[in-house]
């Protein structure tokens, strides 16, 4: 299968202070978006102060330059804008949509509130009470939970992927926390801008260059990267949740980050057996052949060098033994037997044709160049992504298979009834098998 | 100016298709609305639109089971469907080339069905495991709760996910007759929009469409009973769930209905952002709430204008429901501002804006305007009729459908309140409002 994209005109420069611009034109509709990636995330929390980086991001959304909050959301939304931001592991977007002749009034303030945001003291007590009432109506979301659980047993609170935030760390976090946080971690050093739209790149130049360089570093950046892990473990965490009649189950190990060499055809080995959702083999013999859950997938989550595989799932109580075992024996068979070819002839074509969907419209097209810029990879990466796709043969992903996915060594954690699940795992040859029985 | 691009063909059959040529992207969507969902049901088989919709991938005529969403994904394309009160909607995107393998897969779904009794009960798990997962979640439980009471002997009562004990004796026979019923060309309307050839859209949807024969004149649902409010205007539900949150809702009209665009303006304007009184005033004025917010939940044939909050334990739920109130009560007796009105225009503008740069979302939004508020041509228009709306006209609205005689109230109250939680809350507002008299 062909693919034929080519990025359209883009301006792109890089101003002394280390902030990236990259302006993209277009004018099929009257709208711009802009969109600020910051080189850090939540990996740069200190410990015991997980969420600062998340308190950072919103605080910085309410009130900036002269304007108290509630001026800042008027002129904004009076003129029909909208913010929007993730708060990602190792990186935080922000970013505004706006009607194109709104451009001059409220670049201004997007570009304020990045440089010069007003942290003020009764609005950052607000978003703590917020989080504070976000984290009690998590613990209550077993997806939530078990992915907190994955990761924490995965890693350990040694590394920034078994943090997150709790009731404790986010009321230990100050507002001089987060200042700090601010300084050290948001710096236009490695940040990227894009802007994408109704606009014309030669005015946006002569109108707001001098204002993007008025953002100046203030301390050296550090970076938030994650390291990589490579070892491998097994454990199975039982999480009791006595008020849920359906168990919640994720299984995984780590996995190379997004930097790793065979990042492709990692992701194509996935996409068989747990991405393809009704073309993938867990979906097809879990859900359709079996009928023993309504959804079933695996993702590998990737930072730059620290990853995770993972297989996410739900199940009825009585079930979860069963659940288990099936989808050992599917991964037990992948990892054996690897791909064959007419699967991965497959998973080629979806991974090529869906590339136009990822560059659907603007904004698309602006996420698209901060994710190249932020890896270092150029427009070609996306220009040439379906020969680089089609060289891969089956070898090659059953090479990447055999290196990455170990189902011998799985952490394994189910959200549901402790005395209804713990009787079938002892009596099934799950525990016995591959876990080490491990109960919180 | 977008409505001279959109069109539009009924076939002999009754088929009804619009379509939108849109070049930005090498992509199509296709949509196929069925009018039918659960308003169509009835005792002892609730949640059977629901159930023909998953079944509408387990195979037909020319595909076997899975096919369709495989043969989509294989080119890269995703494809889904969705089941509410008053429709059941199948939902494709593939790159260009691809459209008519869609058409002939949606075609052949439309009257060639496969109801295999093995798949059948496969399939009958899956949706009970749905269920559950609906179910599991303490604050979706209890809406669906008082939903069903809000809405009591009215055909909204039970939603699309129906109930439990249907779903276990529903039989391949009972999804047979309702599909020959429902799902036929003169109850669908097929939506297109994506970097297609106008010049031969229609002759390739006949292609595939122009020979599926009607379904007949049969298409009337239950009596419309006026929505009959439940005797019980506050009710109370004890929840695993460590936040408590109040919910109000208010009766409203169909979506279809000269005041649904009113209410819509109202809304926006009272909880649409920061910006929005409840959160000025409830949230960050009065502080009785962490956040606060609203949505008119529109069907076809009535509605539910809805206000909720969340707020700390050491908070009693009467001042909350005061506090919402007291913002709902303003804009009745004041109205809104002219600013306010501006913020509105303006929002839908951008939104309008950014809708049309996805196929996708076009798609969804001419079938949603076409299927349940009648023409989709008043999803074009709406940035017009927002500029004809007069405050008084706006007032008038607010007075009519947010009349606290009808109101409804549900309070969700954690199972396990912590006492610490809650004197924790008290000390934080004593010494908040002492630093406050001292500044």
């Known amino acids: 299968m062909d693919f034929h994209f080519q990025f359209p005109y883009t301006d792109e420069f890089l101003l002394q202070s280390g902030l990236r611009v990259i302006l993209v034109p277009d004018k099929e509709q009257n709208g711009i978006v802009a969109v600020l990636q910051l080189p850090a995330g939540k990996f740069s929390d200190p410990p015991l102060y997980e969420g600062t980086s998340e308190i950072c991001l919103e605080l910085m959304q309410k009130g900036s330059g002269n304007l108290s909050s509630e001026e800042f959301s008027e002129k904004l939304e009076y003129t029909g804008a909208s913010l929007f931001s993730d708060a990602g592991e190792e990186h935080t977007i922000l970013g505004i949509r706006m009607l194109s002749s709104y451009m001059d009034e409220l670049f201004a303030v997007f570009w304020d509130m990045v440089y010069r945001p007003k942290m003020d003291e009764k609005e950052f007590r607000r978003i703590q009470q917020e989080m504070i009432t976000s984290v009690r109506a998590e613990s209550s979301d077993p ?98 949740k006595p008020d849920l009649t359906q168990a919640t189950i994720v299984m995984g190990h780590c996995a190379p980050g997004e930097l790793y060499q065979q990042r492709n055809e990692l992701a194509l080995a996935n996409y068989i057996l747990g991405a393809g959702n009704f073309s993938s083999r867990l979906m097809t013999r879990i859900r359709s052949m079996g009928g023993k859950t309504y959804g079933i997938s695996s993702q590998v989550v990737s930072a730059r060098y620290f990853g995770a595989f993972h297989i996410s799932t739900t199940t009825q109580t009585p079930r979860v033994a069963e659940m288990l075992k099936s989808i050992d024996e599917i991964l037990t068979e992948f990892c054996a037997e690897g791909i064959k070819e007419e699967e991965l002839e497959k998973a080629r074509r979806f991974a090529i044709g869906n590339m136009a969907f990822q560059l659907e419209g603007i904004n698309s097209i602006a996420e698209k160049l901060l994710w190249l810029r932020f890896y270092g990879r150029p427009n070609s990466y996306i220009e040439k992504f379906d020969v680089l796709i089609n060289k891969m043969t089956v070898e090659d992903i059953n090479k990447a298979i055999r290196a990455c996915f170990s189902p011998q060594k799985m952490i394994t954690v189910v959200v549901g009834r402790k005395n209804e699940i713990l009787p079938q795992l002892k009596s099934s040859d799950v525990l016995n098998f591959h876990f080490r029985e491990k109960i919180i | 100016m977008l409505l001279k691009h959109i069109v539009e063909q009924t076939f002999p059959n009754g088929l009804k298709v619009i379509c939108l040529r849109k070049t930005g992207s090498p992509v199509v969507s296709v949509q196929l609305w069925y009018k039918t969902g659960s308003f169509y049901e009835k005792d002892g088989i609730r949640g059977i639109s629901h159930f023909l919709e998953h079944m509408m991938f387990r ?72 269920y559950h997962t609906y179910m599991n979640n303490p604050v979706a439980k209890s809406f669906l709760e008082f939903r069903y009471e809000f809405f009591r002997n009215h055909p909204y009562a039970t939603g699309p996910l129906g109930k439990l004990e249907d779903l276990k004796s529903l039989t391949v026979d009972d999804c047979r007759s309702f599909y020959r019923r429902w799902y036929s060309p003169d109850n669908a309307v097929l939506v297109i929009v994506g970097d297609f050839d106008q010049e031969s859209i229609f002759e390739k949807v006949g292609k595939f469409f122009s020979e599926k024969k009607p379904g007949g004149p049969q298409k009337s649902g239950p009596d419309e009973a006026p929505v009959a409010l439940t005797n019980a205007p506050w009710m109370r539900r004890q929840v695993e769930f460590d936040v408590p949150m109040l919910i109000l809702g208010y009766p409203a009209p169909s979506s279809s209905h000269e005041d649904a665009v009113a209410l819509e303006i109202l809304q926006l304007v009272i909880s649409g952002g920061e910006s929005s009184r409840l959160h000025r005033e409830v949230v960050r004025k009065e502080s009785v709430a962490v956040m606060a917010g609203g949505i008119n939940h529109m069907l076809k044939r009535a ?81 017009e009729l927002l500029k004809k709306l007069e405050m008084d006209k706006l007032v008038d609205v607010a007075r009519r459908y947010w009349d606290d005689t009808k109101k409804r109230v549900l309070y969700l109250k954690p199972r396990r309140t912590n006492p610490l939680l809650y004197l924790g809350g008290i000390f934080r507002r004593l010494f908040r409002s002492r630093k406050g008299e001292q500044s």
């Open chain 1, 143 to 240: 997806g939530i939970l078990s992915n907190h659980h994955f990761y924490n047993a995965l890693v350990g609170r040694q590394h920034p992927a078994g943090r997150y935030h709790t009731l404790d760390s986010l009321k230990r976090i100050s507002l001089s926390d987060v200042n700090k946080f601010y300084k050290d971690h948001f710096l236009p050093a490695n940040s990227i801008l894009a802007i994408a739209g109704n606009f014309d790149p030669d005015i946006f130049k002569s109108r707001w260059l001098s204002l993007l360089e008025m953002w100046k570093p203030e301390s050296e950046f550090l970076n938030g990267f994650a390291p990589a892990v490579n070892e491998f473990k097994s454990e199975l965490r039982l999480v009791n």
């Open chain 2, 59 to 130: 195979g037909s005529s020319k595909f076997g089971p899975e096919e369709h969403a495989q043969r989509i994904n294989d080119v890269g394309g995703h494809c889904n469907a969705f089941t509410t009160e008053d429709v059941t909607v199948c939902m494709n995107s593939v790159p260009r080339d691809f459209l008519e393998m869609v058409l002939e897969m949606e075609a052949d779904r439309m009257d060639g069905l496969v109801l295999d009794p093995k798949t059948f009960e496969t399939e009958r798990s899956v949706i009970i495991e749905e």
């Open chain 2, 303 to 383: 509605g539910m204008s809805m206000f909720f909050a969340a707020f700390t334990p050491d908070i009693n739920p009467l001042k909350v429901e005061k506090s919402l109130q007291a913002q709902i009560h303003r804009i009745k007796t004041s109205g809104i501002t002219a600013q306010e009105m501006e913020k509105v225009r303006n929002a839908t503008l951008t939104s309008r804006t950014f809708e049309l740069y996805s196929a996708e979302n076009i798609c969804q939004r001419l079938g949603f305007s076409e299927c349940i508020e009648g023409d989709y041509r008043l999803w074009v228009e709406r940035l």
